[in-house]
């Protein structure tokens, strides 16, 4: 099975921005769309941005125009760029195959926004 290990979050101000990364290992990484997923405390798993294994992009209402997925199948890497972070960013932010997930998740990274 894929291991995800996430990293990059930590506490910014509003405006502010981090680029979180997703290192995975296991087999046949480089076929599978994936996404990146927040949960904040008191709510479900919601799915933020996936990409697919040609590049292909898609973004949730929230977050269009402030971040951005890219990957590189040759480091087995995702990333999310986030920019002009508000508050409601705020969660722990995990990635998985989207926008279906499989059962394993990471320890996730820790992301939050307050002044």
């Known amino acids: 099975q894929v291991q995800l290990v996430e990293s990059g979050g930590g506490l910014v101000q509003p405006g502010g921005s981090l680029r979180l990364s997703c290192a995975a290992s296991?087999?046949?990484?480089?076929?599978?769309?994936m996404g990146w997923y927040r949960q904040a405390p008191g709510k479900q798993r919601e799915l933020v941005a996936f990409?697919?294994?040609?590049?292909?992009?898609n973004y949730a209402d929230s977050v269009k125009g402030r971040f951005t997925i890219s990957r590189d199948n040759a480091k087995n890497t995702v990333y999310l760029q986030m920019n002009s972070l508000k508050p409601e960013d705020t969660a722990v932010y995990y990635c998985?195959?989207?926008?279906?997930?499989?059962?394993?998740w990471g320890q996730g990274t820790q992301v939050t926004v307050s002044s």
């Open positions: 998985n195959t989207a926008p279906v997930h499989r059962d394993y």
């Open positions: 296991g087999s046949s990484f480089s076929i599978y769309t």
């Open positions: 990409i697919t294994r040609g590049g292909g992009t």
